[in-house]
């Protein structure tokens, strides 16, 4: 599940298993779906017009009858771009010793734009993945969203960071009751267009959801590269031993329940990329280089 850790040990020289973890937690924004009269009148047509056209068409991946990746292809790819990022973390980032001090937090100018494309073909690497899933992104980033909002409610985790079983009492959300379908309308892949509108409302709601918990002290860039990689790991071991088989759809591939839970890891890893463009301040250079990316992939 999406989540912020921070890790203490404290070393005993008579006890080499002595090792104490403090878990931090941050869920996800709540807000409901996107109403009816919001939703695009229609979704895309062709595979131009879906993201998943430029894993195939810039990386050579083999697609099944339809042209479609393999999820476990797309995840892959997600699992390098993330590298990519998390290399530029530890050259462009800056380092701060503990805690938020904004003074120290800014990203240099001449580094913004390269993080930006970087987080870009990240973002793009997700919606290739949610469309090989028949998996709308930004419903999925809502859903896990609204789950998050009831196993961290900000009475009780305003200033706090435990891990949301700390408030499983209270909550009655425990690991396992945590589904985020609760209407059988199906998922319809969305466009880079559509993701790319939506950055600013969800880039802001994210922020604000954070800051209503004092959350956004532990914010900082490179914290958030890190807790990203790790539910990038998490996604990767829903399908590691699966096998890659391109002649099933995805519905037999997949039961509701594991959709479910990929829809999940691919919010966690969405959400804390959208964090990372917002503490970057580069939201609206991640939108327009998605945009390009497509306009790429059609042009080429």
Request: charged letters at 20%; proline letters at 5%.
């Amino acid at each position: 599940s999406f989540h912020f850790r921070s890790k203490t040990r404290n070393n005993n020289n008579n006890n080499k298993d002595c090792c104490q973890q403090q878990q931090r937690r941050l869920p996800m924004l709540a807000t409901p779906p996107r109403s009816s009269n919001n939703a695009p009148s229609s979704s895309p047509t062709s595979v131009s017009d879906h993201p998943s056209s430029s894993i195939i068409d810039q990386e050579g991946i083999k697609g099944n009858e339809n042209n479609m990746p393999h999820p476990r292809s797309c995840i892959l790819i997600v699992g390098e771009s993330a590298g990519k990022l998390c290399g530029l973390a530890n050259t462009h980032l800056p380092l701060v010793a503990s805690g938020k001090d904004e003074t120290k937090n800014d990203v240099p100018e001449d580094k913004k734009d390269e993080l930006a494309v970087c987080m870009s073909k990240l973002l793009q690497a997700l919606l290739d993945t949610a469309t090989s899933l028949n998996l709308d992104l930004i419903r999925s980033i809502h859903n896990k969203m609204a789950l998050n909002a009831k196993k961290y409610p900000v009475e009780l985790c305003k200033g706090k960071a435990g891990k949301y079983t700390q408030y499983s009492n209270q909550t009655g959300i425990t690991k396992d009751n945590q589904s985020t379908e609760d209407d059988s309308t199906p998922h319809s892949p969305i466009s880079f267009q559509e993701m790319a509108s939506a950055l600013p409302n969800l880039t802001s709601e994210i922020a604000a959801f954070a800051s209503a918990r004092h959350w956004d002290q532990y914010h900082t860039p490179r914290n958030l590269v890190l807790a990203m990689l790790g539910e990038v790991g998490e996604l990767a071991e829903l399908v590691q031993w699966m096998g890659d088989d391109h002649s099933s759809s995805v519905d037999k591939q997949f039961s509701s329940k594991e959709l479910d839970k990929l829809s999940q890891e691919l919010a966690d890893v969405s959400i804390y990329l959208l964090r990372i463009a917002t503490e970057c301040k580069v939201v609206a250079e991640v939108s327009q280089g998605l945009m390009d990316l497509n306009n790429n992939t059609k042009n080429a």
